[in-house]
């Protein structure tokens, strides 16, 4: 790969990576801030998205439009749905679904894009096998490869996140994974997402998530630098 990029989307998603990053220049697009350098001696341009599947969307587009990035890796936290994930616990995208599209009113089943061909967007193969390597290395048995669910909620229920697992199968669910996803598809740009859990989707997720954002921001870095190391 040439130019990767590498996205958070909120400050302690990528304020380690920014820490580490040489020969910085700062470009602002669509009131989002783009940072091009070096980590470990790879050519990488990080940026904060901000919260959400348009900000997402809009930042990888300016990332492969603008910087010609050819590939990009998302970092960050998220709530887990497989009920054998606990707070730490890393999720790598195998593919990704925006668990809030909802036109079954007009039969589509539930998470389903109308008129696309696949609404499911695979991750890298080769990126997604690295990342699995790395994460095994670092969290052991603590790591799932699986499906990621996106949308624009914070969920924080345990009927919710219970329905997501059986009727989507989801591994967890996040608000940006999906966006990047289609994104990269719809461009033919390779992606992976990596996600560490920083709470479990239920009744107790807003306090858990304001407890273990800052730790689980800092085990889905350490998985990343681990993969610039070797890409
Ligand atoms: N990111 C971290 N936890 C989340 C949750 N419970 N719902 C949506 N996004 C999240």
Redesign the pocket.
Known sequence: YGTIGVIGAMKEEIELFHEGMKGVTQTVKAGITFYEGTFHDRSIVLCKSGVGKVNAAVTTQILIDTFGVEAVLFTG???AVDPGLDVGDIVVSTECLQHDMDVTALGFPRGTIPYEATSLFAADEKLRKLAAEVSAELFGARVKEGRVLSGD????SRETVSQLYTELSGAC???EGAAVAQACSMNGIPFVIIRSM??K?DGS?HVN?AEFTQQASENSFRIIDGMLQRL
């Open positions: 936290v998220a709530g909620q914070f969920i924080s669910t996040e608000m920083s709470d989707a997720a998530f």
